[in-house]
Structures are given as structure tokens and as C-alpha cells.
């Protein structure tokens, strides 16, 4: 099993910045896929931003150029630098890691609180 924790979350004005950060207890090397994921209340969790084991990523429309996601395999972290932020963004947002090589499987953290106020 591995554990994912995710940090960074907190009160923010609109136009603002958050770095939220996600912690694993294996080597990231062995995910080939790493995701950020947000849900606002009542609704459904989607995909924020993904990154790939040799960097590529991909961005929801409602982020792009205002998010960064980032790896650092060698600190079992994953990152996401999120600027000039809505109150849309606010919601709970989860880090998920794909793991295809070694402890196999999909896993979640238990999510880090955004909240912009306008």
C-alpha cells in the first residue's frame, strides 16, 4: 500500500496563490501517472492536472495558464502552484498516484481544503 498525503490547502483572496504539495511513501518512479483532482461541495471530482513519470502533463481548460503541476521523484512529491485563483476553485482537492510498477494500483490522499473568497 502506499500512503499519499496532501498539504498546502488554506484560505486565500481571489488573484491570489497556493502551492499544495502531495507526499508519497514509495518512490514516485514506479507511478507512471500522478493527477491532481478537486471537488466542490455537491459536486463530483474531476481532474485538475496530470503528469506523466517523463513530465508530460495535462491541464483541465478552467486551469490552464494558471496552474503549474510539478514532480520531484527524488522527494516522492508531486506539487501543484496554483495562481491567480477564483472563488470557483474553492473545493477539496485530492492527489491521486497511478502506480504501474511495484505496489500496483491507484491511490488517493484524503484531500487538502481551497477556499478563495471573492
Known amino acids: 500500500q502506499v500512503q499519499v498525503v496532501e498539504s498546502g ?3 486565500v483572496q481571489a488573484g491570489g496563490s497556493l ?5 508519497a511513501s514509495e518512490t514516485l518512479i514506479g507511478a507512471e501517472t500522478m493527477g491532481w483532482y478537486r471537488q466542490a461541495p455537491l459536486g463530483r471530482r474531476e481532474l485538475v492536472a496530470s503528469i506523466t513519470n517523463d513530465g508530460g ?3 483541465a481548460d478552467f ?3 494558471r496552474f503549474t503541476i510539478s514532480r520531484l521523484n527524488t522527494k516522492n512529491t508531486l506539487y501543484l502552484q496554483m495562481n ?5 476553485d474553492t473545493g477539496a482537492y485530492y492527489c491521486n498516484a497511478r502506480f504501474t510498477v511495484g505496489p500496483r ?5 484524503q484531500g487538502t481544503q481551497v477556499t ?3
Open 9 to 11: 490547502g488554506g484560505l
Open 84 to 88: 491567480s485563483l477564483k472563488p470557483e
Open 116 to 118: 478563495v473568497s471573492s
Open 63 to 65: 486551469v490552464k495558464d
Open 57 to 59: 502533463t495535462n491541464y
Open 19 to 23: 502551492t499544495l504539495s502531495c507526499s
Open 105 to 109: 494500483g491507484d491511490y488517493w490522499g
